[in-house]
């Protein structure tokens, strides 16, 4: 099972929309509405920012949001602001032996 | 305050073994499925093992298949993983993380226990 595919960085100034792409396959992000993405600070652990393609839990910015087509989900982040700056990870359910699979991650830099 | 604390981590030489552990507290534990997810210095994130809420299922990365061990103490509120056969391309921080009742994605994360497999 390899990893989901994810652009390496992303850049934006502060309050322009970015958008972050995480393309899998049919056993994976195509096949389920299980993608979730995570926000990690250097150092720090993973936080839950997106589940279930489009949903954002309590107490993360509206200023965050997800979608899916076909085998490609995507996290869209407007408003960019300067605490955005971090690492993103998308993560999808598998039909596979590996059960969960993540993205390859992308740096999202703030200018 | 509901948290996940990893321990264990160190290092090891290439063959060795590593028990890790996760004290869960704030929340029932023995109601989720825990995993273990880890980072290689750089990299991203992988997923290691699952273990269901009453341990009858566990699965295993292709990876650690036949060398790691992930068990549970829901009377100790502990997840655990034994790590034998290590070995240098295990170097990474293993972190401990809570799966969701309803649905597959990791809602509770702890803060990571550095593992480094170096002679």
């Known amino acids: 099972q390899s990893a989901l595919t994810q652009p390496a960085s992303v850049s934006g100034s502060p309050g322009q929309s970015i958008t972050i792409s995480c393309t899998g396959t049919?056993?994976?992000?195509?096949?389920?509405?299980?993608v979730s993405w995570y926000q990690q600070h250097p150092g720090k652990a993973p936080k839950l920012m997106i589940y279930?393609?489009?949903n954002r839990p309590s107490g993360v910015s509206n200023r965050f949001s997800g979608s899916k087509s076909g085998n490609t989900a995507s996290l869209t982040i407007s408003g960019l602001q300067a605490e955005d700056e971090a690492d993103y990870y998308c993560?999808?359910?598998?039909?596979?032996?590996?059960?969960?699979?993540f993205g390859t991650g992308t740096k999202v830099t703030v200018l | 305050e509901v948290q996940l604390v990893e321990s264990g981590g160190g290092l090891v030489k290439p063959g060795g073994s590593l028990r890790l552990s996760c004290a869960a507290s704030?929340?029932?534990?023995?109601?989720?499925?825990m995993n273990w997810v880890r980072q290689a210095p750089g990299k991203g994130l992988e997923w290691v093992s699952s273990?269901?809420?009453?341990?009858?299922?566990?699965y295993y990365a292709d990876s650690v298949k036949g060398r790691f061990t992930i068990s549970r103490d829901n009377a100790k509120n502990s997840l655990y993983l034994q790590m034998n056969s290590l070995r240098a391309e295990d170097t990474a921080v293993y972190y401990c993380?809570?799966?969701?009742?309803?649905?597959?994605?990791?809602?509770?994360w702890g803060r990571g226990t550095l593992v480094t497999v170096s002679s």
């Open positions: 993380a809570r799966r969701t009742v309803t649905s597959q994605y990791f809602d509770l």
């Open positions: 049919s056993s994976d992000v195509g096949g389920y509405n299980y």
């Open positions: 704030g929340f029932t534990f023995s109601s989720y499925s």
């Open positions: 279930d393609v489009s």
């Open positions: 993560s999808s359910y598998t039909s596979s032996s590996t059960f969960y699979v």
């Open positions: 273990i269901s809420s009453s341990s009858s299922y566990i």
